[in-house]
Structures are given as C-alpha cells and as structure tokens.
C-alpha cells in the first residue's frame, strides 16, 4: 500500500486528528465536496438535482461500526426517514439506499444485523425501491453475505457488493453473477495475505467484470479510473449488454463531469451520496483513494494550526 494511503487510513481511527479536521474551515469545503449535509432535506435536495440531470442514486447514511443497540436503531430509523422521503418527493424510482450492516449493528450479532436490515427492506419495498449492502473490511464479508442471502429469500432485488482487491472475489462474483451486484476495488487497509496490490487489483477487476457481464444479472461497476470505464464499455459490447442491463456507479463530488457525460450517451450513472453527521471516517477512505485529494487535507491540518 501507498505509504501517503496507509498514513491517512491511520488518521481516520485517530480522534486527535479527527477533532483537528472536524474543527478547520476548510474542512467544511471538503465535506460538501463528497458529502450531501447533515439532514434527511440535505441529501432530497442533492437527489432531486442529480435526478434532473438525468443520473440516478444511491444514499448513505453516515454512521458504521455501531457497539450500541440504541445507536443502530437510531440508523435504521434514519433510513426510514429518508425512504419516506424519497416517496413523499416522487424520487424512489431513481434513489435506492445504501446500508452497512455495521451500522445497523452487525458487531452485536449477525441476527441484530439481519433484524434491522429487514426493517429498511421492508420500508424500500413499501417506497418502491431497493437496498444495496455496502462491504466493509474483509472480516466481515462472509457474515455480510450470509445476511444478504437471508434477506433475499424475501427481497431478492437487495444489492451486494464485491472488492476486486481481496483475493476471494472473483469466485464471489461467479457465486452471484445471476444477481444486482456492485463491483469496487476497495477502500479498506487489508493485509497482504487476503488482499491484491494495486495493479494485481485492477487486473481483478477486469476478470470480476467478465464474470458478472457473463451472467444473466444486473452488474453495477463503481469506478472513477477511465481505463476501467472504457473497459466496462468495451466488454459490455463483447457480450452484448444493452444499456440499461448494467450501470456505472461514481461517488458524489468525483468526476461528475464524466457522469454528465455516460448519462448523455444514455448509460445508466448511479451516484453514491452519503449524508449524516459521522462522516470523518468516509471522508478518510475518500482522500486515500485518490491522492490528489490528500492537498485538502494537508490543508485542513495547516489552517488549523
């Protein structure tokens, strides 16, 4: 891993370093930048523009590796929030939910998780829409699809996601190619022993796209690296995907001229919007992934001092 990568994944366990960022102006800027706001109205009112403009989405809300009880149902009712917000606004046809089992309490016990996965299931069904299970670290995947294969017994549409970076994916993605599954490199520091490189993880996510494309399911490739974009494109072609049979899916403030642009050619673009006050740790992950982003940082660090 990048040594610049590894000291920023550091930095979002610290809470030193956490109140620093938190409390400098510039800060501000760069969370608006990858993040809707704080409120339910915050991320409605980045959905309804990201709607006009012909993409569609998915939210986030802020809030993983929950230890408290309380605390996860606080999320499940947040989400709840939103979902009757989606509806009420006329959005859920182009808006589903992301969800982290940790945050809904999958460190209390995988039976808590699946519970509280199923309320926001329920509640997306009930709005007309779905839900997508966001990964985390590689010690929680085999839960998280244990949980993701619960809940399709009765919500068969409920999304997965897969990281190309960790070895085990590519048989992940053959296991569940007839299904909607999210393709990600990866943003977690994971050791050697489970997890590629990066170029090893980039040539994984090129096997992980023929073996969905192959399948009879719906594909969603999350990616901002254009190499990776014009292959998507490319394999869809070889095996004859219409668009509309597969999406791209890019993170809210991360090229979202290259978003314009897929939507205009009449591909299906998904942006990734979190909101929600937690979001020192997602806004980490955001700066390790994409060095240039690391400048904000530095800078958040200088203003303050």
């Known amino acids: ?8 994944l ?20 760069v969370v608006r930048r990858f993040v809707a ?14 709607v006009a403009s012909g993409r569609s989405v998915t939210l986030d809300h802020l809030g993983e590796d929950v230890t408290d009880a309380d605390q996860a149902d606080q999320n499940v009712r947040a989400y709840l929030e939103l979902l009757d917000a989606l509806h009420a606004e006329g959005l859920a046809a182009k808006a589903e939910v ?4 940790s945050a809904v ?29 966001d990964m985390e670290d590689h010690t929680t995947t085999d839960s998280t699809l244990r949980v993701l294969a619960e809940l399709r017994r009765t919500w068969p549409s409920t999304g997965a996601v897969l990281q190309s970076y960790l070895r085990r994916t590519f048989d992940d993605c053959k296991a569940l190619a007839g299904t909607r599954v999210r393709l990600v490199k990866g943003a977690y520091a994971e050791p050697e022993s489970v997890a590629f490189d990066e170029h090893e993880t980039d040539l994984s996510y090129v096997r992980c796209t023929n073996a969905l494309l192959a399948g009879d399911g719906y594909p969603m490739f999350a990616t901002h690296d254009p190499r990776l974009v014009r292959i998507v494109a490319e ?6 995907r219409k668009p509309g049979t597969y999406e791209y899916q890019m993170l809210f403030g991360v090229r979202p001229d290259e978003q314009r642009r897929l939507a ?6 998904r942006v990734y919007v979190p909101y929600g006050s937690q979001w020192y740790g997602y806004l980490m992950r955001r700066l390790a992934e994409r060095p240039a982003n690391t400048t904000f940082f530095a800078r958040a660090l200088v203003s303050h001092s």
Do not use: F
Not at 10 to 29: C, E, H, K, L
Not at 37 to 50: H, K, M, P, S, Y
Not at 107 to 117: D, F, P, S, T, Y
């Open 264 to 269: 205009r050619e009449g591909e299906t673009v």
């Open 1 to 8: 891993m990048h040594p610049l990568r590894s000291l920023i």
């Open 105 to 133: 309490g999958q460190k209390l016990g995988e039976r808590l998780a699946l519970a509280n996965a199923s309320r926001v299931c329920a509640a997306a069904e009930q709005c007309g829409t779905t839900v997508t299970l």
């Open 235 to 240: 394999r869809a072609r070889w095996y004859d």
């Open 37 to 50: 706001g704080e409120q339910t109205a915050d991320a409605i009112a980045v959905t309804r523009e990201l």
């Open 10 to 29: 550091a930095a979002a366990g610290n809470d030193a370093i956490r109140r620093v960022v938190a409390t400098a102006p510039v800060s501000r800027d």
């Open 98 to 101: 992301s969800v982290k089992l």
